[in-house]
């Protein structure tokens, strides 16, 4: 079965700092994988996804995530932090039901991120 | 504005009661999923729908219900079989991009 790790409970960060946000992930094949962040009490927004092709992605609010294959990481990256970004962030790999067209989501259990101001 | 909606927003069960969440979809979407999040769990999906009249089981089902009669609602009822029903609760969809789109949450408390 798939499974997905973020080693980092819990990460504190000073505004204008660089942060990375781990994870690693389980699976047989090529998965698709997500990243996602929750502000307190709100529902799940999509920050990027990795479907194929490049490994490197690019997503909203000047998030990045790599995918490393050799590693089964897919780290989320961000060059200057804002203190808006402070949240908890959740990864997820989506592997296909079985003969069906929809996708079966595993989460980490989230990294919350703290930022110093 | 397409998007999901869910309602209410905070619920309260007494204990012995069952209780519906509503989610709402306008985004076309044929599957349909709903996760309950404890702190520090992460999301566990308690049910999902690929099409209309028809839903399978999740990971955690035990203590709970769905329907989909329509396309773009998928309600759930947390009965009175459901032990520790205190949680988070969120609905997403689905459609053609394979991406899951979530909705604002119900937090249930019970009491």
């Known amino acids: 079965a798939q499974s997905v790790t973020q080693p980092d409970i819990h990460i504190t960060v000073s505004e204008g700092a660089s942060l990375e946000l781990r994870c690693n992930y389980s699976?047989?094949?090529?998965?698709?994988l997500f990243w996602y962040v929750q502000s307190p009490g709100q529902g799940l927004q999509l920050l990027l996804k990795y479907f194929s092709g490049d490994t490197l992605v690019q997503g909203i609010k000047g998030f990045e995530a790599e995918f490393k294959r050799s590693q089964s990481s897919f780290n989320l990256r961000k060059p200057s932090v804002h203190w808006s970004d402070a949240a908890e962030y959740f990864c997820?790999?989506?592997?296909?039901?079985?003969?069906?067209?929809?996708?079966?989501?595993?989460f980490g259990k989230g990294t919350k991120l703290s930022v110093i101001p | 504005d397409g998007g999901i909606t869910q309602s209410p927003k905070y619920l309260f069960r007494k204990e012995g009661q069952n209780v519906t969440l509503s989610c709402e979809q306008n985004?076309?979407?044929?599957?349909m999923y709903w996760y309950r999040q404890d702190p520090g769990q992460g999301l566990r999906l308690i049910y999902y729908?690929?099409?209309?009249?028809?839903?399978q089981k999740g990971d955690i089902a035990e203590g709970y219900s769905v329907s989909r009669e329509k396309k773009e609602s998928f309600p759930l009822t947390v009965t009175s079989a459901q032990k520790n029903p205190t949680a988070f609760y969120l609905c997403?969809?689905?459609?053609?991009?394979?991406?899951?789109?979530f909705g604002p949450g119900t937090r249930l408390t019970v009491l």
């Open positions: 699976y047989g094949a090529t998965p698709y």
């Open positions: 729908s690929q099409i209309v009249n028809d839903f």
């Open positions: 997403a969809s689905s459609g053609e991009t394979d991406t899951q789109y």
């Open positions: 985004l076309n979407h044929d599957a």
């Open positions: 997820a790999v989506a592997v296909p039901y079985s003969g069906a067209g929809s996708y079966q989501l595993t």
